[in-house]
T-cell receptor
Framework: AQKITQTQPGMFVQEKEAVTLDCTYD???????LFWYKQPSSGEMIFLIY??????QNATEGRYSLNFQKARKSANLVISASQLGDSAMYFC?????????????FGTGTSLTVIP | DSGVTQTPKHLITATGQRVTLRCSPRSGDLSVYWYQQSLDQGLQFLIQ???????AKGNILERFSAQQFPDLHSELNLSSLELGDSALYFCASSPGTGLGNQPQHFGDGTRLSIL
């Protein structure tokens, strides 16, 4: 089974609107971390936001928030007030277990296009 | 600037050749990860090292090998290159200790083109 599933290969959003990028994960560990990365067309991978499995509150970082639903094993990224610069590929990732040297698992990514 | 340095940025070579990609992790990071990103295959995990030891192995071909040195820099060796090896190769690092919210930080990648 895939550890991280991103079911939306491509998404479109109007500028200034909010958009939700879906991510579901699969783990039997109680302790894990969830991460979102952005990859613009220039190629670099940019860390956006983190959610720990024991965090009771949803993570927020500026216009990014993570809608964490533990029972559903979902960690959706919400981008509010979309900007043209948000057009990029977005990857969801997970690190299982307590050992911080553990492997990261990445999803296949969602391509987001912001329309003016 | 992520603090992860990858060299070279671009590499053009021919089929059958061998190349070495180099990665210097962020200062203090113990874990180094290598990924291959092709146009049609997304981000593929190749291999991970933690403090000099191989920690996890992904879809790494037998023609590929890697190592992490005592100073924690890492090298990815690709041999008997094929056209299908053309891709963007990323190195990432993470602390491996400390708080659980430590992400991987990625280098800018090495773009390998096989002619």
């Amino acid at each position: 089974a895939q550890k991280i599933t991103q079911t939306q290969p491509g998404m479109f959003v109007q500028e200034k609107e909010a958009v939700t990028l879906d991510c579901t994960y699969d783990t039997s560990d109680q302790s894990y971390g969830l991460f979102w990365y952005k990859q613009p067309s220039s190629g670099e991978m940019i860390f956006l936001i983190y959610q720990g499995s024991y965090d009771e509150q949803n993570a927020t970082e500026g216009r990014y928030s993570l809608n964490f639903q533990k029972a559903r094993k979902s960690a959706n990224l919400v981008i509010s007030a979309s900007q043209l610069g948000d057009s990029a590929m977005y990857f969801c990732a997970m690190r299982e277990g307590r050992f911080l040297g553990n492997q990261f698992y990445f999803g296949t990514g969602t391509s987001l296009t912001v329309i003016p | 600037d992520s603090g992860v340095t990858q060299t070279p940025k671009h590499l053009i070579t021919a089929t059958g050749q061998r190349v070495t990609l180099r990665c210097s992790p962020r200062s203090g990071d113990l874990s180094v990860y290598w990924y291959q990103q092709s146009l049609d295959q997304g981000l593929q995990f190749l291999i991970q090292y933690y403090n000099g030891e191989e920690r996890a192995k992904g879809n790494i071909l037998e023609r590929f090998s890697a190592q992490q040195f005592p100073d924690l820099h890492s090298e990815l060796n690709l041999s008997s290159l094929e056209l299908g090896d053309s891709a963007l190769y990323f190195c990432a690092s993470s602390p491996g200790t400390g708080l659980g919210n430590q992400p991987q930080h990625f280098g800018d990648g090495t773009r390998l083109s096989i002619l």
